[in-house]
């Protein structure tokens, strides 16, 4: 296995903590081997929400997503909610912390959007200087996510992959590759998933999403309301075939379906990692 | 990009909102963005813009879902229009969206029934933050009863982080509990209503109170003493001081307080 810059671990095959399951989960324990939760839907809470949270994670290993870092904001970055985000780190001793490359507000306006940034120079450098700073104050990892994009910018002067690359060894962070948007952002924009798979910096990697999404004819939203589809098995399975392992999470958070068939889904991905392995020891010449 | 996805009206009315707002020349939605295979520009960008509005929907849905049922979808949706363009979300989470609904509701013009929708909202805003109020210890009975009888009435309590009390002129608890139980929805009528709304052991509570218990509560959470809260509340109803310690009893046993401040310490 080709290991990441910060030694993570693979914690194997996880799926979304969501409010429909809970009562499922608290009372069943299924055999997953980690959560991942909203980290914005457990922040400065209490009641219900952060009692299910403290017992999921007595229990499991809990990863934190978030949606409101806005590494691409030009509003000063937020540290209030970052202290919030630390302190629920701590409490679930969550081993990195991840989010999307996007920018969500505009003078303080938040449009709670995953909106795509300009892949310009300038534009890097803005967000590098903002992520290491939240590196710093969070004293963890943070993982960034690729996110579905409806649209590009004239003005781009590189690739997503490209700009994620260089993101992350200039702000020294990690990647949350989601397979499913990079086949969503290449059908949206024109461009091959293929070799957008094989250009992803596999040492920077940490975690892998998957998910379903909704074809539009024109377009594809991203809506996390389906089944996996097998292209984005397909380009999952080469990932794993190039790094050798990262955890994996199936996300499903429209027209939830009961916990055994999200289950199912997500005990889909060890099928893949086992033809990964199958197809990577094919490949390699025999002494 | 952001004035156009918030922007309200129609797609040609947003752009030029954007071009004037961003001080760029007309058209320039199009020079700034690629088009796709499939879509033009305006086209790309009206993707974000349309799910922009769902997801103010979805989230004032989840905390108004009375609201929704009374108003309809239609009438709920222009509301929710107008107020997103009054009171846009400038909080990292959506729970906190609906917090001035209720201001909304009762400030917004060509509408008859402000005050029913602003108790309403007013109710349901209560209930979704009770609900997720940080925790606190809850004061026992037994806590109570480790303090001298002498001294009892110069204790002042704190109540617990998720306790809100309303007043409404309207049946809104009528309306709200026939609702959300599928109920036959009564007519809505003027009815003054005293509310207490909290949580205890994770669940959120709805509990009615006359006019003399209202007034009692309501000082206790002042932190006046407890001695001068029985005797503001005896001269201005005609009760008794077992009946007030009765509810009091009652109240501390369903966790309305956190603690107490203790004049000998």
Redesign the interface.
């Known amino acids: 296995m080709i290991a990441n810059r910060w030694n993570i671990p693979d914690y194997g095959l996880g799926m979304g903590l969501r409010s429909v399951h809970y009562a499922h989960v608290l009372e069943h324990k299924p055999k997953v081997d980690f959560f991942e939760v909203i980290s914005?839907t457990f922040?400065?809470?209490?009641?219900?929400?952060?009692?299910v949270l403290e017992e999921v994670a007595s229990h499991y290993r809990v990863l934190l997503h978030g949606v409101?870092m806005a590494v691409g904001n030009t509003d000063p970055i937020?540290f209030d909610?970052l202290s919030k985000l630390k302190a629920l780190a701590h409490k679930v001793k969550a081993p990195f912390v991840s989010d999307h490359l996007c920018w969500n507000?505009?003078m303080?306006?938040?449009?709670?959007?995953l909106?795509p940034i300009p892949l310009t120079e300038k534009t890097l450098k803005h967000v590098v200087g903002r992520v290491r700073q939240i590196q710093d104050f969070l004293e963890l990892p943070v993982a960034l996510e690729n996110p579905s994009n409806?649209?590009?910018?004239?003005?781009s002067q590189m690739s997503e992959i490209e700009y994620l690359s260089r993101l992350a060894e200039e702000a020294d962070c990690g990647l949350l590759m989601d397979v499913n948007n990079a086949y969503v952002s290449s059908f949206?924009?024109?461009f091959d998933p293929d070799e957008y798979i094989e250009q992803v910096p596999v040492e920077r990697v940490l975690y892998h999403h998957v998910a379903g999404h909704t074809h539009k004819?024109?377009?594809i939203?991203d809506t996390h309301s389906d089944h996996v589809v097998d292209k984005v098995w397909q380009m999952y399975t080469r990932l794993h075939e190039r790094h050798g392992g990262r955890s994996t999470m199936v996300e499903w958070d429209a027209d939830i379906p009961s916990f055994e068939t999200v289950h199912q889904e997500v005990l889909k991905a060890q099928h893949y990692r086992d033809l990964a392995e199958a197809q990577k020891q094919n490949r390699v010449p025999a002494n | 990009m952001h004035t156009f996805v918030v922007e309200p009206g129609d797609r040609e009315h947003a752009l030029r909102a954007a071009e004037a707002r961003s001080g760029l020349e007309s058209g320039s939605a199009e020079e700034l963005i690629l088009p796709s295979p499939t879509l033009q520009p305006s086209e790309r960008i009206q993707i974000y813009r349309q799910m922009y509005l769902l997801r103010m929907y979805e989230a004032m849905e989840i905390d108004f879902p009375v609201l929704l049922a009374h108003l309809g979808e239609d009438r709920f949706h222009d509301l929710v229009d107008g107020y997103v363009q009054a009171y846009p979300s400038k909080s990292y989470t959506l729970d906190h969206l609906g917090g001035h609904f209720s201001r909304f509701l009762a400030e917004a013009k060509n509408l008859d029934d402000n005050q029913l929708l602003q108790e309403l909202a007013q109710l349901e805003w209560a209930l979704c933050e009770v609900a997720i109020a940080h925790d606190s210890p809850t004061l026992s009975l037994s806590d109570l009863s480790s303090v001298p009888p002498d001294e009892f009435l110069d204790l002042r309590l704190s109540p617990i982080p998720a306790l809100r009390t309303l007043v409404s002129k309207y049946n809104v608890n009528d309306l709200f509990k026939a609702y959300s139980s599928e109920a036959i929805v009564p007519a809505v009528c003027e009815r003054e209503t005293r509310l207490v709304v909290w949580r205890h052991d994770l669940k959120v509570w709805r509990l009615e109170l006359s006019p003399a218990g209202f007034a009692f509560l309501r000082e206790i959470l002042t932190k006046s003493t407890l001695g001068v809260c029985l005797d503001h509340t005896i001269d201005r109803f005609d009760c008794e001081e077992t009946q007030l310690f009765e509810w009091f009893q009652e109240w501390s046993s369903e966790g309305m307080f956190s603690g107490f401040e203790h004049p000998k310490k």
Do not use: R, V
């Open positions: 914005e922040l400065d809470k209490g009641g219900k929400p952060m009692a409101s937020d909610y507000a505009y303080c306006h938040n449009s709670h959007d909106f409806y649209l590009e910018f004239k003005m949206n924009h024109g004819g024109t377009h939203l």
